[in-house]
């Protein structure tokens, strides 16, 4: 405080090293998954496992296994999850029932996805560092840019039940489903399923920070997975991922009863495809080694994300094949 009160340091420096310590946090979390999930297959390779449905087991070591990330304090001006989603809501309830891909699908799918219809209008973008007095460079400048077409997106996060059964219909061997490189790439690394999923005995287990559980009792929550993944299932329903403008679109126009969007703020990371753009004065290697056209843009939040990161204009960015990440997806369809 001495240092900032005497000119020695600036408040942006301040923000800047909070908000980089926030994402680390988060970025440890995906390891912490990966180490339960190993534990978790440890334990399940004993003779005496009994993989019974419902059944969860907590892959830690104690019983206080749950991560929390404290608050800290921040100048910066953001908007929370909950102002977000107060001040973009809209009425009108514009319910498109649509397949689920049944023909492509196999016939097998659960349920039916329900599409909301999305007016096209121009949207504005990123941020102005002025009004707010510190942003990443992955935030500015603030443009505006226009959806040109009506669309469709889906009323709900694609969940767990879901993606379950394009995991059992051996999508994941399926070539037609899949970009060429996706393809190989995950034929020569042998998934067959999510990352942060484990096949025992024939079952299928979801982990998460704290815990892991047979796939029937997380069945109607959000599935995680890849960009890639994510784009391979839109496809196999007639569908894709949605890109930047049209999230920002979606936020403008939001639907009461459209979950995948009031949940694209505060509890997933929607994926989307964009163009990252100029780097920042304060920390020109932030984001200039990601402007290599192989990375793509995630929006939103995950339940780990700090509070303080909650806002519209931040974007964070991943390889369409890293599988780490805490991101859900919905669906995406031109009218």
Not at 78 to 83: I, R
Request: proline share 4%; glycine share 6%; with cysteine.
């Amino acid at each position: 405080m001495e240092a900032m009160d005497d000119a020695r340091i600036s408040t942006g420096l301040i923000n800047l090293a909070l908000e980089h310590e926030y994402m680390h946090l988060e970025t440890l979390a995906y390891v912490l998954v990966q180490e339960g999930k190993k534990l978790f297959e440890k334990k399940s390779s004993n003779k005496g496992f009994n993989a019974l449905p419902h059944r969860m087991f907590n892959c830690n070591n104690n019983n206080n296994s749950h991560v929390e990330i404290n608050s800290g304090t921040t100048m910066k001006k953001k908007l929370s999850a909950a102002a977000l989603k107060s001040s973009i809501y809209s009425s009108g309830n514009n319910m498109v029932p649509i397949s689920n891909g049944n023909a492509l699908m196999g016939g097998n799918v659960a349920a039916e996805f329900h599409m909301v219809q999305i007016s096209n209008g121009n949207v504005m973008m990123g941020g102005n560092v002025a009004d707010n007095g510190f942003m990443w460079d992955n935030e500015y400048p603030q443009f505006t840019t226009h959806v040109s077409d009506k669309f469709l997106v889906s009323s709900e996060l694609v969940s767990v039940r879901d993606f379950l059964t394009f995991v059992k219909e051996g999508r994941y061997e399926k070539e037609e489903f899949w970009q060429p490189v996706d393809f190989k790439f995950f034929k020569d690394q042998g998934h067959k399923h999510p990352t942060t999923w484990s096949k025992v005995h024939g079952e299928y287990y979801v982990h998460s920070v704290d815990s892991t559980d047979h796939w029937s009792k997380v069945a109607d929550q959000p599935v995680v997975v890849s960009l890639l993944e994510a784009e391979a299932f839109c496809h196999s329903v007639g569908c894709r991922i949605r890109i930047e403008s049209k999230y920002h679109q979606i936020l403008l126009s939001m639907q009461p009863k459209c979950t995948s969007c009031t949940q694209m703020a505060g509890n997933g990371h929607p994926q989307f495809f964009s163009h990252f753009l100029k780097p920042m004065v304060e920390y020109p290697e932030y984001s200039s080694d990601f402007f290599n056209n192989s990375h793509y843009v995630l929006k939103g939040a995950s339940p780990l994300t700090h509070p303080k990161m909650w806002c519209d204009s931040f974007r964070n960015f991943y390889k369409r094949q890293y599988p780490f990440v805490f991101a859900k997806f919905c669906c995406c369809k031109n009218m």
